[in-house]
């Protein structure tokens, strides 16, 4: 994902969150060596465990004294998942929660590269994203309000599925949501559903069509956009 600055309390244009919470605390030695405090109102940040973006709710260090701690924040997701999980699409496959992988690798469900805090079986065929375990079954999902999405995990079986979200094809792993309503087709890719779920559009964190892909940056987003990073055909920018 694209990184975005670091600390969930202040942005580069000056906007200012208004944190609330730091009451509910949480200890988990395999994700961080101190007490985490949930808060909510946080504006977009980067998990310092999968560093994929956040925001609104993620879990900070409370030890302030400690300068390595001070930006960190983790998403309730990659703080608080078990080390030890059944596969959520997958009942006869138990993943395992791994700080990092050693070598490059791509996540099972949406493709884009695994940076931090992974879950993965013990052959390693099949790596997963925290907040990719955690995906919903069934989607909300804000630009299409008049139906539900439903996940679908099946290949792709050689068709060509656009993202209704982005533009860009959706990838390797065929993890995709679609409409309820088959007449819609309607699909939206994992790395939009999830900026979806933490609401980035609406801080102006969106992921458009790149050049090569099926449909050009000719989007509204990129003209005062930052471009953040490029992966799987598809540019995450932020706007000003």
Not at 8 to 32: I, M, S, W, Y
Not at 76 to 91: G, K, N, T, W, Y
Not at 136 to 144: E, F, V, W
Request: proline letters at 4%; charged letters at 20%.
């Amino acid at each position: 994902m694209a990184e975005t600055n670091p600390n969930p309390t202040a942005r580069d244009d000056g906007e200012q969150g208004e944190e609330k919470g730091g009451e509910e605390v949480l200890f988990n030695a395999t994700r961080h060596k101190h007490n985490l405090l949930l808060f909510e109102g946080l504006l977009p940040y980067t998990c310092s465990g999968c560093k994929e973006y956040g925001a609104n709710r993620g879990y900070k260090c409370n030890i302030s004294s400690d300068s390595s701690c001070e930006k960190f924040t983790l998403h309730e997701v990659c703080a608080a998942l078990p080390d030890v999980i059944q596969h959520p699409f997958r009942s006869d496959v138990i993943i395992n929660f791994r700080a990092k992988t050693f070598l490059p690798h791509r996540c099972s469900g949406c493709c884009e590269v695994v940076k931090g805090f992974v879950f993965e079986t013990g052959t390693r065929n099949i790596r997963l994203h925290p907040l990719c375990m955690a995906l919903p079954h069934i989607l909300d999902y804000s630009r299409h309000a008049n139906h539900k999405l439903k996940i679908v995990t099946g290949d792709l079986k050689g068709k060509a599925y656009t993202c209704s979200a982005c533009d860009g094809h959706i990838a390797c792993g065929g993890w995709r949501y679609r409409c309820e309503d088959v007449a819609c087709k309607v699909y939206v890719d994992p790395s939009c559903a999830k900026n979806d779920i933490f609401g980035l559009p609406e801080h102006g964190i969106h992921r458009v069509a790149s050049v090569g892909s099926n449909t050009s940056l000719g989007k509204k987003e990129t003209s005062s956009g930052l471009v953040q990073s490029i992966i799987n055909g598809v540019v995450t920018v932020l706007t000003s």
